[in-house]
């Protein structure tokens, strides 16, 4: 039996989610069986002799987090806060004032004493909010650590040994403050390259408990290879799946039901005593974390030892006045056609793919409309129900709206273009009009859902990215009108020939996961580095 049974939710990639919605999230999982709860906050936290730190960026005040403790104690859920001591803070590099202390990337600089007196005020910070005596301080992903500014000052140091030197300061001032450190586990076995297992068990600290984490397979097979790599150099005590909430506008409840369960056995296999699923918010927090929960819901039951799955059902309708293949809808705009497989984000894809450029017009294949109208007007059904998760189902209703029309757009103007087509030009020049008609549909609806469960900050980049689109819209109603009217002779955008985006070097197709961060979707061409950094 698992001693903590958790989710993790981010609060970090723009969508920092509202106090009262926390505590509605610390509502429903208690009421589930989940025991413990994870903010992720990189740096959108208050600390104390830090104004920069999440300035701007909706973070929770140190009030906040201790209304938060106090509530999920008294509803049987451990708060635990989940934070980076090394890599994954970008956002604070932004200001002038933390310059001095970044490596390379968005590492910290390791060694610096000025890093750990940051790191000292985050803990002292921490430790007046959270009951708690565990802290997770991330420091996962930090590939160029000591490659950077730590290299010019210190000449080469093999990254083992900057990395678990770092961990040993950071340990002392977590014990200082009686915290118990949580890794992501992938700091330690990146090391293995370089230092043996037995090398890595002696000199982590004894109270540092690596958790290691996958989210991305459906057998049991794979994650008992992970624990059996971790438990060469740690007892394997923590563990972290994933509920799919990170590639796009919509969720992935089928893949992320299967692949926790597959988790949840080799778990239970090799005794694995603490698990929590992440809910990441990559590329600005897009998805509603209560769009998972007929994930949430399953894998509670799954957990207790129920795997009736007619029985789930009925429960969760009883649970949550709706049915359970109603709220699995919010699947389909990732994968209109309702196939099982990896969600891959079409309707982000087709929402933000340039109407001129085209880059993502190669893999249109005919039937976008059609299937886009099919699950526009299921998840139109249920939104007209009413009821408390409405709004959910009119945002990815809208989305679908918007690309039933605009997902083959690119192709239908190349093909009218190309075959000299003057009819379809023009009445493509109205259906741009109409594009942008929808799109301010949509916005209006993602704002709703938006505002209901996040802080303002963080919407300003979702702004940028409609704004975009519109005005993407717009150029090219202009350039097609141009054209007609024979001010200019040709749409050079639409002379480029295009090329299929996911060709590989060897030549076949790596369309594995689709496309999940804006910047690669929306333009080949160079965006600044705050709006890469931050997005």
């Given at each position: 039996?698992?001693?903590?049974?958790?989710?993790?939710?981010?609060?970090?990639?723009?969508?920092?989610?509202?106090?009262?919605?926390?505590?509605?999230?610390?509502?429903?999982?208690?009421?589930?069986?989940?025991?413990?709860?994870?903010?992720?906050?990189?740096?959108?936290?208050?600390?104390?002799?830090?104004?920069?730190?999440?300035?701007?960026?909706?973070?929770?005040?140190?009030?906040?987090?201790?209304?938060?403790?106090?509530?999920?104690?008294?509803?049987?859920?451990?708060?635990?806060?989940?934070?980076?001591?090394?890599?994954?803070?970008?956002?604070?590099?932004?200001?002038?004032?933390?310059?001095?202390?970044?490596?390379?990337?968005?590492?910290?600089?390791?060694?610096?004493?000025?890093?750990?007196?940051?790191?000292?005020?985050?803990?002292?910070?921490?430790?007046?909010?959270?009951?708690?005596?565990?802290?997770?301080?991330?420091?996962?992903?930090?590939?160029?650590?000591?490659?950077g500014k730590y290299m010019e000052k210190n000449g080469y140091v093999s990254r083992p040994q900057v990395v678990l030197e770092h961990i040993k300061r950071v340990t002392k001032i977590a014990e200082k403050y009686g915290f118990e450190l949580i890794l992501w586990g992938d700091v330690f076995t990146s090391l293995l390259d370089n230092t043996s297992a037995e090398e890595i068990r002696?000199?982590?600290?004894?109270?540092?408990?690596?958790?290691?984490?996958?989210?991305?397979?459906?057998?049991?097979?794979?994650?008992?290879?992970?624990?059996?790599?971790?438990?060469?150099?740690?007892?394997?005590?923590?563990?972290?799946?994933?509920?799919?909430?990170?590639?796009?506008?919509?969720?992935?409840?089928?893949?992320?039901?299967?692949?926790?369960?597959?988790?949840?056995?080799?778990?239970?296999?090799?005794?694995?005593?603490?698990?929590?699923?992440?809910?990441?918010?990559?590329?600005?927090?897009?998805?509603?974390?209560?769009?998972?929960?007929?994930?949430?819901?399953?894998?509670?039951?799954?957990?207790?030892?129920?795997?009736?799955?007619?029985?789930?059902?009925?429960?969760?309708?009883?649970?949550?006045?709706?049915?359970?293949?109603?709220?699995?809808?919010?699947?389909?705009?990732?994968?209109?056609?309702?196939?099982?497989?990896?969600?891959?984000?079409?309707?982000?894809?087709?929402?933000?793919?340039?109407?001129?450029?085209?880059?993502?017009?190669?893999?249109?294949?005919?039937?976008?409309?059609?299937?886009?109208?099919?699950?526009?007007?299921?998840?139109?059904?249920?939104a007209d129900k009413g009821g408390e998760f409405s709004y959910l189902f009119r945002t990815l209703q809208r989305l679908c709206e918007v690309d039933s029309v605009k997902a083959d757009f690119g192709v239908r103007l190349r093909t009218a273009y190309k075959t000299k087509n003057k009819k379809a030009l023009k009445e493509l020049v109205n259906e741009c009009d109409l594009i942008t008609?929808?799109?301010?549909?949509?916005?209006?609806?993602?704002?709703?859902?938006?505002?209901?469960?996040?802080?303002?900050?963080?919407?300003?980049?979702?702004?940028?990215?409609?704004?975009?689109?519109?005005?993407?819209?717009?150029?090219?109603?202009?350039?097609?009108?141009?054209?007609?009217?024979?001010?200019?002779?040709?749409?050079?955008?639409?002379?480029?020939?295009?090329?299929?985006?996911?060709?590989?070097?060897?030549?076949?197709?790596?369309?594995?996961?689709?496309?999940?961060?804006?910047?690669?979707?929306?333009?080949?061409?160079?965006?600044?580095?705050?709006?890469?950094?931050?997005?």
């Amino acid at each position: 039996m698992f001693e903590k049974i958790g989710t993790m939710v981010d609060c970090s990639r723009n969508a920092v989610m509202k106090k009262g919605m926390v505590k509605k999230w610390i509502d429903i999982t208690s009421s589930l069986g989940y025991n413990t709860l994870m903010l992720y906050t990189e740096d959108t936290y208050e600390v104390e002799n830090q104004p920069y730190f999440g300035y701007l960026r909706g973070r929770y005040t140190l009030e906040e987090l201790k209304e938060l403790d106090n509530y999920a104690s008294e509803k049987g859920v451990e708060l635990i806060p989940c934070v980076q001591a090394l890599a994954h803070l970008n956002a604070i590099f932004r200001w002038p004032v933390y310059k001095p202390l970044r490596d390379a990337d968005d590492i910290l600089m390791a060694g610096e004493e000025e890093t750990y007196k940051l790191i000292e005020d985050m803990f002292r910070s921490l430790r007046k909010c959270f009951r708690t005596n565990l802290l997770h301080a991330g420091m996962d992903e930090a590939f160029l650590v000591g490659r950077g500014k730590y290299m010019e000052k210190n000449g080469y140091v093999s990254r083992p040994q900057v990395v678990l030197e770092h961990i040993k300061r950071v340990t002392k001032i977590a014990e200082k403050y009686g915290f118990e450190l949580i890794l992501w586990g992938d700091v330690f076995t990146s090391l293995l390259d370089n230092t043996s297992a037995e090398e890595i068990r002696a000199k982590i600290p004894q109270k540092v408990m690596p958790c290691s984490h996958s989210y991305y397979s459906e057998t049991k097979e794979t994650y008992l290879n992970i624990f059996d790599t971790y438990s060469k150099f740690c007892d394997m005590n923590w563990f972290a799946g994933g509920f799919w909430s990170w590639t796009g506008f919509s969720p992935d409840n089928r893949y992320s039901i299967s692949a926790s369960i597959q988790a949840i056995e080799a778990c239970r296999e090799r005794n694995v005593k603490n698990i929590i699923f992440t809910l990441w918010g990559d590329d600005g927090g897009e998805t509603s974390r209560f769009s998972l929960l007929p994930t949430l819901f399953y894998v509670s039951e799954y957990i207790k030892g129920n795997k009736n799955e007619a029985n789930i059902k009925e429960k969760f309708q009883k649970t949550f006045d709706i049915s359970y293949d109603e709220f699995m809808l919010l699947n389909l705009p990732g994968t209109p056609s309702d196939i099982e497989g990896l969600h891959l984000n079409y309707d982000k894809i087709h929402l933000f793919n340039d109407p001129l450029m085209g880059i993502f017009d190669p893999i249109i294949k005919g039937d976008e409309k059609e299937q886009y109208l099919n699950c526009a007007a299921k998840l139109k059904a249920v939104a007209d129900k009413g009821g408390e998760f409405s709004y959910l189902f009119r945002t990815l209703q809208r989305l679908c709206e918007v690309d039933s029309v605009k997902a083959d757009f690119g192709v239908r103007l190349r093909t009218a273009y190309k075959t000299k087509n003057k009819k379809a030009l023009k009445e493509l020049v109205n259906e741009c009009d109409l594009i942008t008609q929808k799109i301010n549909i949509l916005y209006k609806a993602f704002q709703i859902q938006w505002d209901t469960e996040n802080h303002p900050g963080g919407f300003d980049i979702q702004d940028i990215r409609f704004g975009t689109i519109k005005q993407r819209m717009e150029n090219t109603k202009n350039k097609i009108t141009a054209y007609l009217n024979g001010n200019i002779d040709k749409i050079e955008e639409l002379e480029e020939e295009l090329l299929y985006p996911y060709l590989n070097p060897h030549g076949t197709d790596d369309f594995s996961q689709g496309h999940r961060w804006w910047r690669d979707i929306v333009s080949p061409n160079v965006l600044s580095m705050l709006i890469h950094n931050n997005a």
